[in-house]
C-alpha cells in the first residue's frame, strides 16, 4: 500500500498509513521506510527521503541500519543525486562507518552522471582509509571509464583503453585478478569501436586467465565479427561457443541477421532461422522476428514472411506494435494495399494503436490506387 501511494505521490496518505500502523501495534518495518525513501526519491523529493529515513528510528525497533543507509545512499546516486548522496555520506561517516559497498555506491553514481574523474577520487581514498576496494569495485569505475567513452576520434579510443589497462594493472598489483564481468567490459568497448581482432585478443587472453567467458561476453565479440563483415570467423565463435558449453542467446543470433540482412543475404538468414527453430538452440526475441520480416517483406518473400508470422503467432512472443509497422509498410511500399489494410485491422483488433506515419502511408495509398 505505501508503494502504491508513493507511485501515485499521495505522500500525505503514506505517513498517515505508517502512523496508524504504529498506534494499532502493527510495527513498521525497515522495507517499509525503504519503499518510502525509494519512492520520494523518484519523485525528487531528496530531502523528505532523508528525513524519511532519520524518522525510522521513532517507529523501527533497532532504527536505522548500515544496510539502510547503504539503500539511502544508492538510492540518490541510481536517481542522478550523486552530489547529495555523497553530502550525507560525509555527514554521518562517524555513525554509519564507511566500507567497500559504500564507496563502490558512491563511484557508481559519480561514474553515472559521467564524472570519473570523482569516482577515481573515492577509489584513491579508500586504501587511506583503511578501506580494500575489491573487484566489483574496480569493475564498476572500468565501466564507467568504458561504457560512456567517446570512441572517436581514434586518440580518444587509445585513451579509453590505456585508462582501462592501468586500471587492470592496478587490480592485479593488489592481488585482485579481474573477472569475467571486468573483461565483458572491455570486450564491450571493442566491440563498439569496431576491432576484431583486439576482441579476439582479449578473449584469448581471458581464456588463458582460466576465466570462461559467458554468453554476454562472446555475444559482444560475435558483434563485433559480424559488423566488420567477419560472418566466418563468427560462425567459427558460435561453434566454439557451443562445444564450451556456453549456450547462444536470441541477442547473439541476431547478431547474424542483421549482418546477412545489409548482405541481402536471405540464404542464410533462412538456414540459421531454420536451425535455430528445428534444433531448439533457443528461442527466438521479438527482435529476431522483426529483423527477419522486415528483410524478407522487402525482398517480397512473402511465403516466407507468413512462415515466420505464423512462428511468431504459435511462440505466443508477438507480434508487437513494431511487427505490424514493419509489415504494413512493407506491403505498402510493394502496393499490395488489400494485404496491407487486413493487417492495419487486425493490429487495431489486437488493441495496438498504429503509429501516424502508418495511417498516412495506407491512406495515402489507398487513394492513390483508386
Same mark, same amino acid.
Given at each position: 500500500?505505501?508503494?502504491?501511494?508513493?507511485?501515485?505521490?499521495?505522500?500525505?496518505?503514506?505517513?498517515?498509513?505508517?502512523?496508524?500502523?504504529?498506534?494499532?501495534?502493527?510495527?513498521?518495518?525497515?522495507?517499509?521506510?525503504?519503499?518510502?525513501?525509494?519512492?520520494?526519491?523518484?519523485?525528487?523529493?531528496?530531502?523528505?527521503?532523508?528525513?524519511?529515513?532519520?524518522?525510522?528510528?521513532?517507529?523501527?525497533?533497532?532504527?536505522?541500519?548500515?544496510?539502510?543507509?547503504?539503500?539511502?545512499?544508492?538510492?540518490?546516486?541510481?536517481?542522478?543525486?550523486?552530489?547529495?548522496?555523497?553530502?550525507?555520506?560525509?555527514?554521518?561517516?562517524?555513525?554509519?562507518?564507511?566500507?567497500?559497498?559504500?564507496?563502490?555506491?558512491?563511484?557508481?553514481?559519480?561514474?553515472?552522471?559521467? =564524472?570519473?574523474?570523482? !569516482? #577515481?577520487?573515492? +577509489?584513491? @581514498? %579508500?586504501?587511506?582509509? $583503511?578501506?580494500? &576496494?575489491?573487484?566489483? /569495485? *574496480?569493475?564498476?569505475?572500468?565501466?564507467?571509464?568504458?561504457?560512456?567513452?567517446?570512441?572517436?576520434?581514434?586518440?580518444?579510443?587509445?585513451?579509453?583503453?590505456?585508462?582501462?589497462?592501468?586500471?587492470?594493472?592496478?587490480?592485479?598489483?593488489?592481488?585482485?585478478?579481474?573477472?569475467?564481468?571486468?573483461?565483458?567490459?572491455?570486450?564491450?568497448?571493442?566491440?563498439?569501436?569496431?576491432?576484431?581482432?583486439?576482441?579476439?585478443?582479449?578473449?584469448?587472453?581471458?581464456?588463458?586467465?582460466?576465466?570462461?567467458?559467458?554468453?554476454?561476453?562472446?555475444?559482444?565479440?560475435?558483434?563485433?565479427?559480424?559488423?566488420?563483415? =567477419?560472418?566466418?570467423? !563468427? #560462425?567459427?565463435? +558460435?561453434? @566454439? %561457443?557451443?562445444?564450451? $558449453?556456453?549456450? &547462444?542467446?536470441?541477442? /547473439? *543470433?541476431?547478431?547474424?541477421?542483421?549482418?546477412?540482412?545489409?548482405?541481402?543475404?536471405?540464404?542464410?538468414?533462412?538456414?540459421?532461422?531454420?536451425?535455430?527453430?528445428?534444433?531448439?538452440?533457443?528461442?527466438?526475441?521479438?527482435?529476431?522476428?522483426?529483423?527477419?520480416?522486415?528483410?524478407?517483406?522487402?525482398?517480397?518473400?512473402?511465403?516466407?514472411?507468413?512462415?515466420?508470422?505464423?512462428?511468431?503467432?504459435?511462440?505466443?512472443?508477438?507480434?508487437?506494435?513494431?511487427?505490424?509497422?514493419?509489415?504494413?509498410?512493407?506491403?505498402?511500399?510493394?502496393?499490395?494495399?488489400?494485404?496491407?489494410?487486413?493487417?492495419?485491422?487486425?493490429?487495431?483488433?489486437?488493441?495496438? +494503436?498504429?503509429?501516424?506515419?502508418?495511417?498516412?502511408?495506407?491512406?495515402?495509398?489507398?487513394?492513390?490506387?483508386?
Amino acid at each position: 500500500m505505501i508503494d502504491i501511494l508513493g507511485k501515485v505521490r499521495q505522500f500525505d496518505v503514506a505517513w498517515q498509513l505508517i502512523i496508524e500502523m504504529d498506534q494499532q501495534n502493527v510495527t513498521p518495518t525497515a522495507t517499509t521506510f525503504r519503499i518510502l525513501v525509494r519512492r520520494l526519491i523518484s519523485a525528487g523529493f531528496t530531502r523528505q527521503a532523508i528525513r524519511a529515513f532519520d524518522d525510522m528510528e521513532c517507529f523501527v525497533v533497532k532504527g536505522a541500519s548500515k544496510d539502510d543507509f547503504v539503500f539511502l545512499i544508492d538510492t540518490l546516486c541510481k536517481y542522478g543525486y550523486v552530489k547529495i548522496a555523497t553530502d550525507i555520506f560525509n555527514k554521518r561517516r562517524f555513525q554509519f562507518e564507511p566500507d567497500a559497498k559504500m564507496y563502490t555506491v558512491l563511484i557508481y553514481g559519480w561514474c553515472k552522471i559521467n =564524472r570519473v574523474d570523482m !569516482a #577515481e577520487r573515492f +577509489l584513491r @581514498e %579508500m586504501p587511506d582509509r $583503511g578501506i580494500e &576496494p575489491n573487484v566489483v /569495485t *574496480y569493475n564498476v569505475l572500468l565501466n564507467g571509464i568504458c561504457r560512456k567513452s567517446s570512441l572517436h576520434p581514434e586518440e580518444r579510443f587509445e585513451r579509453t583503453l590505456r585508462a582501462a589497462d592501468d586500471l587492470f594493472d592496478e587490480m592485479r598489483e593488489r592481488g585482485i585478478e579481474p573477472d569475467v564481468t571486468s573483461y565483458s567490459i572491455v570486450l564491450h568497448v571493442y566491440s563498439r569501436a569496431h576491432k576484431p581482432e583486439l576482441s579476439l585478443d582479449k578473449l584469448r587472453m581471458m581464456k588463458d586467465n582460466g576465466i570462461c567467458p559467458t554468453v554476454a561476453t562472446y555475444t559482444s565479440v560475435v558483434k563485433c565479427l559480424c559488423s566488420c563483415g =567477419r560472418v566466418e570467423d !563468427a #560462425e567459427e565463435l +558460435l561453434n @566454439e %561457443m557451443v562445444s564450451s $558449453g556456453v549456450s &547462444p542467446s536470441a541477442a /547473439t *543470433y541476431n547478431c547474424f541477421f542483421k549482418e546477412y540482412r545489409g548482405r541481402k543475404d536471405p540464404d542464410s538468414a533462412l538456414k540459421l532461422y531454420r536451425k535455430i527453430r528445428g534444433d531448439s538452440l533457443c528461442a527466438p526475441s521479438m527482435h529476431t522476428y522483426n529483423i527477419l520480416v522486415g528483410m524478407f517483406v522487402r525482398l517480397n518473400r512473402m511465403e516466407i514472411v507468413q512462415e515466420i508470422w505464423d512462428d511468431m503467432k504459435a511462440s505466443g512472443a508477438g507480434p508487437d506494435l513494431d511487427s505490424y509497422t514493419l509489415l504494413i509498410h512493407g506491403l505498402c511500399e510493394k502496393q499490395k494495399w488489400r494485404e496491407a489494410c487486413q493487417f492495419f485491422v487486425e493490429m487495431i483488433e489486437k488493441g495496438l +494503436l498504429p503509429l501516424k506515419v502508418t495511417f498516412e502511408t495506407l491512406y495515402r495509398g489507398l487513394i492513390q490506387s483508386g
